[in-house]
């Protein structure tokens, strides 16, 4: 590769990344020259500025024809544009909470790395979202993976955020060799790295044989993706790590960690077994046959994440078996390839909702906990009284994840259920556990509600609230309502930006 | 001017929830004056949409449709597939319904004079509780009534456990839990028909479901079908509530604010009812009509039930609570007698039970507030110490166990003529309730009114007074007007009533 070569590509259609890389090496840099004494909270907004610039230059790429540059590595395709938005939306979000983060030991010394770990992090997850091919999509897993490592432990005097930050390293990295096992099958069978090479291949595999090996490596990628995405029997890790660390970094995992998931999962699936041919005959499509073992995994995520969210005393925990029940909802949307019409809005809103409702209620766990000190369930006791606005804007989020028609969480799960339905057989079992599991979520998720409004306050301290996590509450209290009301607003936009998503895997 | 009247009617409301919302927490007097007046926007609209009926204008003209939600990117098929509308509309029916809910809620908001704290949330909520109520009987297509229908939950969860009695949280949590699995089945149903369909208009959906339209995706089969119309009516049943699906509403009735009671055994409940009449009987008649022998049934059931339990009750609201499953229970027998008199009397009953059920709660209301309790043993000979109250009572005691001239005596009339005409033995077997309902309200209002005086009733300005007339002599007066001159309610109706018999084929 000459130099020519070099730059012939339209480096353009990486500006986003270019500008996130920046942006962490220069806050590494002043974070290395700056004197001891100096505030490193003034980084946030530093920070801040990188995502906003970045999200404004993917915005100039939106209306740009999808381009695929690197010999065909990194591609900017709608899919790709569409949740790299999400992903700086939710950063911007949470680069906010975290400049609001007063812990009582934390965040406050070690501020600097925080910020360059999560735009490092950041990038990860946009890579994986523009990945064509699987080292590609590889690499930016893993530079995401290290990046929250790091952050879970960032407390380091702190023992439970040291525990949260082994165990996650542990589990994540058992899930990344299956991965990474299960690609090298892939490999193996299609003797390419390219996604859009190896879906070729595979879509004329009728070898019964390698069909196995395809399945096997199936099962692997998904297995270790799980992890990522917390779905249960994989699930484990999720209440410990969140219990442990630092509640923006929680909002980090549970939103950004979570759509990267779902975005390799999407990437990974629909460009490669959703062509593959599933038996000799090459009559039915691989994921067709195989997707009773998404549904089942769907299924039963969302069973444990609900049950167990019953008996949490402590909201961090709650609110991860809350996060392990939603990303079962998502996978019912997956598995129903959302009846075939359905998939890729359904995914992207809910996603959405996700990001708007998950993250506002974080800031207002961040505001109580780190005023009181403790994540109990009865910090929340008598919010209703004391600060009545707080206490809507929470009520709002909590309405939103339990799908209360109004929000955004009620349109999602509607997205979802219409995929469910509408195909022949209807995938009812499946609709069924969601729905049930709806039900049983409004009793944790009322519960919490109850001790806002119907408790008495413990304590007469005045909730101070700082501009940047106002800001985070104002804008995620009217995105979750507007979607709501207006899910049009949303619709829209993705149908005339982003099409039918149908430069997914044709290459160039 | 025409369009807009509608979604005025709706969110009128609104009006007193921003007045509400901007006074300050103290100021008592004020907030209740003001969440009343929030109450008297849409009251006077619905007046004035029935003056227009009255005047001849065809209800159809004030229909309003505007695009809201596209699901999915389906326009290379049919723009108009998945696309949810913001619809409003109204006929006969629903009319009635409005009248009956913005009567109720402004009386409801005057009963509410005797909550005693937190007057600002209690009215913005109750005010939100109203534009739910009056949504779901306007809606025209599946989602916004589902929208409506969650939206008078919430609202009824924290009201009801924010201000009721003591075991005002119990209740609460099971008001939610059942009206939330009842709501989840209604979901599915919709979801299915609009997955399957494309559409959640009402009119298109029986149109469809009827003469059988072509289905671009997935077919709805015969049997599911069935299966659809047996969950609408499970649904709408938890609502109502039928026999099996009632513990929850008994606690409501026991722990919720008397004036909440009001509007729930008024008006929501009444939502149930409305429920089977649109959608179990509306869009699936075929299935509706195989399915009618156990709508009887269990209206029987729930009919001796509710006349039983009540009949041996202490607690003067658990009476009411079981009266009004029994009186539920009628409804669900004149819905399944297939003909003209059943299902009038089915919607005479609905009427007027919610005018009687809000009499009645409002006077429970009173009771509480003078003598702190509302067990039967405790009182005793308020004859003489509250005697204008007493008379209210006996009076709506009579009207709810169906005296002659009384809007319960048209109800049960109708529903038993009709049934007897299409299921005679069932209808033999729900006579003997006829007998229990008076045995259960005269023992009650005896208990109360005469026997010997109580020590806690002893004191002499005890009877009603002021703005306690208001809601008493304009209920008392609505249950007798409809009793003696009841093409009041028939006149609205034959319209949808007419149009129902033709769909079942008519008899």
Redesign the interface.
């Known amino acids: 590769m000459d130099w020519n070569t070099m730059l012939s590509y339209n480096w353009g259609a990486m500006m986003p990344e270019f500008i996130i890389l920046g942006t962490a090496m220069i806050l590494s840099i002043l974070d290395l020259f700056w004197p001891k004494h100096f505030n490193r909270r003034k980084l946030a907004w530093l920070a801040l500025t990188g995502i906003i610039l970045a999200c404004l230059s993917l915005i100039s790429l939106l209306s740009f024809e999808s381009v695929s540059i690197l010999s065909d590595t990194f591609r900017l395709d709608s899919f790709a544009k569409a949740f790299k938005l999400l992903l700086l939306f939710g950063a911007g979000l949470i680069i906010l909470l975290a400049e609001s983060y007063e812990p009582q030991e934390g965040l406050h010394e070690h501020r600097g790395e925080f910020y360059y770990l999560f735009l490092t992090a950041l990038l990860g997850a946009m890579i994986m979202s523009s990945s064509g091919d699987l080292i590609t999509l590889f690499v930016g897993l893993e530079l995401l993976s290290l990046s929250s490592y790091i952050l879970v432990g960032i407390r380091k005097h702190d023992l439970k955020s040291n525990e949260a930050s082994m165990k996650y390293v542990i589990n994540g990295g058992i899930s990344t060799a299956i991965t990474l096992f299960g690609m090298s099958y892939l490999y193996g069978v299609t003797g390419s790295v390219n996604l859009a090479e190896m879906s070729r291949t595979m879509a004329a595999l009728t070898d019964g044989q390698l069909q196995y090996i395809m399945g096997l490596a199936f099962f692997m990628v998904f297995v270790g993706l799980s992890f990522k995405i917390a779905a249960a029997p994989f699930h484990m890790w999720a209440p410990d790590v969140y219990e442990g660390a630092p509640t923006p970094v929680v909002a980090f995992l549970s939103v950004i960690s979570k759509i990267a998931g779902f975005v390799i999962i999407l990437r990974i699936f629909l460009s490669l077994f959703q062509t593959a041919s599933g038996d000799v005959f090459g009559a039915l499509d691989f994921l067709e046959k195989n997707n009773i073992y998404i549904a089942s995994l769907a299924g039963l995520t969302i069973i444990i994440g609900n049950v167990i969210a019953l008996r949490q005393q402590n909201l961090k925990r709650l609110f991860a078996y809350s996060s392990i029940a939603h990303a079962g909802y998502l996978l019912v949307a997956v598995a129903t390839l959302g009846?075939g019409?359905?998939l890729m809005?359904t995914v992207w809103y809910y996603l959405l909702a996700y990001v708007l409702m998950n993250i506002g209620v974080f800031a207002v766990i961040q505001l109580l906990s780190s005023q009181s000190g403790s994540d109990d369930i009865s910090i929340l006791a008598g919010l209703?009284k004391k600060s009545p606005y707080l206490a809507i804007a929470f009520t709002v989020f909590i309405?939103s994840l339990a799908g209360?028609?109004?929000t955004t969480g009620?349109?999602g799960k509607?997205?979802i259920?219409?995929?469910?339905?509408?195909?022949?057989?209807?995938h009812f079992v499946l609709?069924?556990i969601m729905?049930?599991g709806?039900?049983v979520s409004?009793?944790y998720y009322?519960g919490l509600?109850?001790q806002v409004?119907?408790r008495p306050f413990h304590s007469d301290k005045v909730i101070k609230i700082r501009s940047g996590l106002y800001t985070v509450l104002i804008i995620c209290v009217i995105g979750t309502i507007i979607f709501g009301v207006?899910?049009?607003l949303a619709?829209?936009f993705i149908?005339d930006q982003f099409?039918?998503f149908t430069d997914f895997i044709s290459s160039k | 001017m025409n369009v807009y009247l509608l979604s005025l009617l709706v969110f009128s409301p609104l009006l007193g929830i921003v007045m509400v919302a901007l006074m300050p927490k103290k100021e008592e007097r004020t907030i209740k004056q003001f969440g009343f007046f929030g109450t008297l926007p849409p009251l006077f609209l619905s007046f004035f949409l029935c003056s227009q009926y009255y005047s001849g204008v065809a209800l159809s003209l004030f229909d309003i449709k505007v695009?809201?939600?596209?699901?999915?990117?389906?326009e290379v098929y049919d723009p108009k597939l998945?696309t949810v509308n913001f619809e409003l509309g109204l006929d006969g029916l629903s009319l009635i319904f409005i009248l009956l809910t913005t009567i109720i809620s402004s009386l409801a908001a005057i009963a509410s004079i005797y909550i005693k704290q937190e007057w600002k949330?209690y009215y913005l909520l109750f005010l939100i509780l109203e534009i739910g109520m009056l949504g779901v009987f306007t809606a025209e297509n599946l989602?916004l009534f589902?929208?409506f229908f969650?939206?008078t939950?919430?609202p009824a969860?924290?009201l009801i456990?924010?201000w009721g009695f003591l075991e005002r949280?119990k209740a609460s949590?099971s008001f939610?839990?059942y009206n939330?699995?009842g709501s989840?089945v209604l979901?599915?149903v919709i979801?299915?028909l609009?997955?399957?369909t494309g559409t959640t208009n009402i009119a298109a959906l029986t149109q469809m479901m009827t003469m059988g339209g072509v289905s671009l995706?997935?077919?709805i089969s015969g049997s599911m079908k069935y299966g659809l119309c047996l969950a609408f009516l499970i649904a709408f049943a938890v609502k109502l509530p039928v026999f099996p699906f009632h513990s929850w509403m008994v606690r409501v009735h026991a722990e919720a604010p008397p004036s909440i009671v009001m509007i729930h055994a008024g008006v929501l409940l009444k939502i149930g009812a409305y429920g089977i009449i649109r959608f179990g009987m509306g869009i699936f008649p075929e299935q509706y009509k195989s399915l009618a022998f156990t709508v009887v049934l269990f209206g029987v059931l729930s009919f001796l039930y509710g006349a039983f339990l009540a009949l041996v009750q202490t607690d003067f609201k658990l009476v009411l609570a079981y009266s009004s499953i029994s009186h539920m229970g009628i409804v669900m027998m004149g819905l399944g007698a297939l003909n003209e008199a059943g299902i009038q009397g089915a919607i005479f009953q609905v009427i007027s039970h919610g005018l009687i059920a809000a009499l009645l709660f409002f006077l429970v209301g009173v009771l509480y507030e003078r003598t702190g309790t509302t067990m039967l043993p405790k009182l005793g000979g308020l004859a003489k110490s509250m005697p204008v109250f007493s008379g209210f009572m006996l009076a709506c005691g009579m009207a709810s166990l169906g005296l002659p001239g009384m809007s319960g005596f048209i109800s049960e009339f109708m529903v038993f003529l009709g049934l007897f005409k299409s299921q005679p033995t069932l209808a033999a077997v729900g006579v003997i309730g006829l007998i229990l309902t008076a045995v259960y309200i005269l023992r009650a209002v005896m208990l109360m009114t005469f026997g010997k005086t109580n020590s806690l009733v002893e004191k002499e300005k005890w009877d009603l007074k002021g703005l306690e007339f208001v809601p008493a002599l304009v209920l008392l007066g609505l249950i007798i007007s409809v009793g003696v001159y009841p093409n009041l309610l028939g006149g609205p109706l034959q319209g949808t009533i007419e149009a129902m018999m033709l769909a079942l084929g008519g008899r």
Do not use: Q
Request: charged share 10%; no cysteine.
């Open positions: 009846g019409y359905f809005d209703g309405l209360i028609p109004g009620f349109i509607l997205n259920f219409l995929g469910t339905f509408i195909t022949e057989p209807g609709a069924g729905i049930a709806t039900i409004y009793v009322f509600l109850v409004f119907f207006a899910p049009n619709f829209d149908h099409g039918d | 695009n809201w939600i596209r699901f999915g990117n389906l998945f949330g989602i589902f929208i969650e939206m939950l919430i969860f924290f456990g924010r949280e949590y939610l839990i939330g699995i989840a979901l599915v979801l299915i609009f997955a399957r995706f997935a077919p």
